[in-house]
C-alpha cells in the first residue's frame, strides 16, 4: 500500500527562522514527488519533483529528492507569519493515476 | 480556465439524508479525484477516474458512498444515507496524466459538508 510520512507534524518559529519538513514515501511505480500549501482552503501547489539531487527553488523556498533513500525536505528560509500553514507531502505513482498525500506539517510562524 | 469548479461549497443536511456533491474538472484534464478532509485523518483519497472510467475506489469508506463520471466534464459523490461521521471537506482534484507531461493536481475550494 502507498503511504507517505511527514515529520515533524507541527512546528512553531519565529520570523526569520529557517525550517526544514521532512517527507518519506513508499510507493509503487513512483513518477513524483509534490509539495502543496494549505492554509484555509484548498491546497495550491508548491513544486513537483521528479529527479533525484535536483533542488527546486521559488523564493524562499526549496525543496529536493531523493530516490534512492525515498526522502524529500522543503525548506523555508528567513521565515515570515505569511508562510504559516499546513505543507503537505504528496506521491503520483501507480504509471501516474493517482496522488497519496501525507498527514501534512502545521508551520506556524510567529511574529 | 477557470479551475476546477465543486459545488456547492457549504451543505448542511440531516442525519439520513441523500447528499450530492458536484465537480466541474479543469477542461482537457484526464484524471478527476475526490478527497476527504478531516482534523483526525488529513487528506484521504476516496476514488479517482481516469478517462472517466473509476480506476481505485478503495479509498471509498462503505456502500453509502459512490461517484460517477459520466463524461469528461462532470463528476458527482454521492452520501446516501448520510451520517454525522461524514462531516469533513470533501475536494475535487483533477491532472492530466499519460505520457511524458503529467501535470500536478489541481484542486478545487472544497465543499464542506456538516451532517446534524
Known amino acids: 500500500e502507498d503511504k507517505v510520512v511527514q515529520s515533524p507534524l507541527s512546528l512553531v518559529v519565529h520570523e526569520g527562522d529557517t525550517v526544514t519538513l521532512n517527507c ?3 510507493v509503487t511505480n513512483f513518477r513524483s514527488l509534490l509539495w502543496y500549501k494549505q492554509e484555509k482552503k484548498a491546497p495550491t501547489f508548491l513544486f513537483m519533483l521528479t529527479s533525484s539531487g535536483i533542488e527546486k527553488k521559488s523564493g524562499r523556498l526549496s525543496s529536493i529528492l531523493d530516490k534512492k533513500e525515498l526522502f524529500s525536505i522543503l525548506n523555508i528560509t528567513a521565515t515570515q507569519t505569511g508562510d504559516s500553514a ?6 503520483e505513482g501507480n ?11 502545521r508551520l506556524s510562524v510567529l511574529p | 480556465d477557470a479551475g476546477v469548479i465543486q459545488s456547492p461549497r457549504h451543505e448542511v443536511t440531516e442525519m439520513g439524508q441523500e447528499v450530492t456533491l ?6 482537457g484534464h484526464n484524471s478527476l479525484f475526490w478527497y476527504r478532509q478531516t482534523m483526525m485523518r488529513g487528506l484521504e483519497l476516496l476514488i479517482y477516474f481516469n478517462n472517466n472510467v473509476p480506476i481505485d475506489d478503495s479509498g471509498m469508506p462503505e456502500d453509502r458512498f459512490s461517484a460517477k463520471m459520466p463524461n469528461a466534464s462532470f463528476s458527482t ?5 448520510s451520517e454525522p461521521r461524514d462531516s469533513a471537506v470533501y475536494f475535487c482534484a ?6 511524458a507531461a503529467n501535470t ?11 451532517v446534524v
Not at chain 1, 504509471?95 to 506539517?105: D, E, L, R, S
Not at chain 2, 459523490?77 to 444515507?81: A, D, E, G, S, Y
Request: contains cysteine.
Open chain 2, 94 to 99: 483533477s491532472s492530466l496524466t499519460g505520457g
Open chain 1, 24 to 26: 518519506s514515501y513508499e
Open chain 2, 77 to 81: 459523490l454521492k452520501i446516501q444515507p
Open chain 2, 22 to 27: 458536484r465537480c466541474k474538472p479543469i477542461s
Open chain 1, 95 to 105: 504509471y501516474g493515476q493517482n496522488f497519496v498525500f501525507g498527514p501534512g506539517t
Open chain 2, 104 to 114: 500536478e493536481a489541481f484542486f478545487g475550494q472544497g465543499t464542506r459538508l456538516t
Open chain 1, 86 to 91: 499546513v505543507y503537505l507531502c504528496a506521491v
